[in-house]
Structure formats: structure tokens, C-alpha cells
């Protein structure tokens, strides 16, 4: 099968799943934050790595990535990438802290505070994802420890995905858009990336149906 020949069935299967995992999210962000959240998925698409990196404003774009490898019966990587500026506004609203700066070149305490923050999201969102994709599947699935990484895109890209990128060329791309009630910031838009190993990959479609 080439996957970059999904039909539009197909897509939308990939797009439900992920407004399912979505759904969920924007609940656990909701009672986070105290705020109504709402999240969508506007796209579903799968690309390769040079592709995902355009996506993601160009290699030198800085950005943050919370990233996990996945175990159980499908394996791979899954990373959520937003940047900078969004990921600062976002421990601004967890840390109920407005004046909070996130750089490059944080370090010692604000990167501390920064990285619990980030990876709580990165945890409910990722746990929501694949919660869905495991309902859908019927396969066990479950995520590592989040590694935190803020740099240029292509260092992220690259360092962070480098052993699975050797085996691999493709990731499904879910974009997504998160939304607060009553809040003057535009939504967050970021990328939800999954990357399986190639055999997960025709797993994972076989066991959708795809052949």
C-alpha cells in the first residue's frame, strides 16, 4: 500500500479518530485550565519529514516539541509541535503566570516550571489520542515519558527523530486547533505528529480495514 495514496474514506477515518482524541483532550484541558477549551481538527495528512518541517514554518522556525515513543502493539514516535510563542502562552495559562518568558534560552527554574507544564499537556493530549486510536484499533497502546526540546525546527526534526527517520519516511500529520472561550489570544494551532514504524504502519492500516 502507499500511504500517500490515501482515499478521502480513508482520511476521514483518520480525521474522526483524531476529532475523537481531540474531544477528549479539550475536556482534560478544560478542567486543567478551569476555562472552557474546544479543539478541532481541521486536516489529516500524511507527509514525509521534509514536508512536515515546511509545515511547521521551515527549518529555522524555533519551536517546541513534546515528543513520546509509542510501545505496545503498534510502536513509534509521536510528537506535538507548536511554537515558541504558543507554547509560552500556554504555561502562561497553566502557571496562572502572565509575565512568564519562554526562550531558547531558558534554563534553570523557568525551564523546569516550562517543561512540567508542557509535558502535562503533551500527556493529555498524546493519552487522548491514543485512547482514541486504541478504541478504533482494538490494539493495546501506551505512551513513554515525554522528552521536552526547544530549538530551530530542523535541529527538533532531526535530533528527535532521527532513529525512527532511518527506518522511515512518512508521519500522519493531525493538525490541530485549540480554542478558549472568551479569550482574546487567537486559537493555538499546532501539529500532532505520528510517525509508526513501517510494519506498525500497514498494521495499523490493515487493522482499519486497508489493505
Given at each position: 500500500?502507499?500511504?500517500?495514496?490515501?482515499?478521502?474514506?480513508?482520511?476521514?477515518?483518520?480525521?474522526?479518530?483524531?476529532?475523537?482524541?481531540?474531544?477528549?483532550a479539550?475536556?482534560?484541558?478544560?478542567?486543567?485550565?478551569?476555562?472552557?477549551?474546544d479543539?478541532?481538527v481541521?486536516?489529516?495528512?500524511?507527509?514525509?519529514?521534509?514536508?512536515?518541517?515546511?509545515?511547521v514554518?521551515?527549518?529555522?522556525?524555533?519551536?517546541?516539541?513534546?515528543?513520546?515513543?509509542?510501545?505496545?502493539?503498534?510502536?513509534?514516535?509521536?510528537?506535538?509541535?507548536?511554537?515558541?510563542?504558543?507554547?509560552e502562552?500556554?504555561?502562561?495559562?497553566?502557571?496562572?503566570?502572565?509575565?512568564?518568558?519562554?526562550?531558547?534560552?531558558?534554563?534553570?527554574?523557568?525551564?523546569?516550571?516550562?517543561?512540567?507544564?508542557l509535558?502535562e499537556?503533551?500527556?493529555?493530549?498524546?493519552?487522548?489520542?491514543?485512547?482514541?486510536?486504541?478504541?478504533?484499533?482494538?490494539?493495546?497502546?501506551?505512551?513513554?515519558?515525554p522528552?521536552?526540546?526547544?530549538d530551530?525546527?530542523?535541529?527538533?526534526?532531526?535530533?528527535?527523530?532521527?532513529?525512527?527517520?532511518q527506518?522511515?519516511?512518512y508521519?500522519?500529520?493531525?493538525?490541530?486547533?485549540?480554542?478558549?472561550?472568551?479569550?482574546?489570544?487567537?486559537?493555538?494551532?499546532?501539529?500532532?505528529?505520528?510517525?509508526?514504524?513501517?510494519?506498525?504502519?500497514?498494521?495499523?492500516?490493515?487493522?482499519?480495514?486497508?489493505?
Amino acid at each position: 500500500m502507499d500511504v500517500f495514496q490515501l482515499t478521502g474514506f480513508q482520511k476521514d477515518i483518520l480525521k474522526e479518530i483524531g476529532n475523537i482524541g481531540a474531544g477528549n483532550a479539550a475536556t482534560s484541558l478544560s478542567r486543567l485550565l478551569g476555562q472552557k477549551v474546544d479543539m478541532t481538527v481541521p486536516n489529516v495528512e500524511v507527509a514525509d519529514f521534509n514536508e512536515v518541517i515546511a509545515l511547521v514554518g521551515g527549518p529555522e522556525q524555533p519551536i517546541a516539541g513534546i515528543m513520546f515513543q509509542v510501545e505496545g502493539e503498534i510502536t513509534g514516535v509521536m510528537a506535538i509541535v507548536v511554537d515558541i510563542e504558543e507554547a509560552e502562552y500556554l504555561v502562561q495559562k497553566l502557571t496562572h503566570n502572565q509575565a512568564f518568558q519562554l526562550s531558547e534560552q531558558t534554563n534553570g527554574a523557568a525551564l523546569e516550571i516550562a517543561m512540567s507544564a508542557l509535558s502535562e499537556i503533551g500527556n493529555i493530549l498524546t493519552g487522548s489520542y491514543l485512547t482514541a486510536l486504541s478504541d478504533f484499533t482494538g490494539l493495546h497502546l501506551q505512551p513513554s515519558v515525554p522528552h521536552l526540546g526547544m530549538d530551530m525546527a530542523g535541529a527538533i526534526m532531526t535530533m528527535g527523530l532521527l532513529e525512527i527517520s532511518q527506518v522511515t519516511d512518512y508521519c500522519i500529520i493531525i493538525d490541530t486547533e485549540i480554542r478558549q472561550e472568551e479569550e482574546e489570544h487567537e486559537q493555538i494551532r499546532g501539529n500532532f505528529l505520528f510517525i509508526p514504524d513501517p510494519e506498525s504502519f500497514q498494521k495499523l492500516f490493515a487493522t482499519l480495514g486497508w489493505h
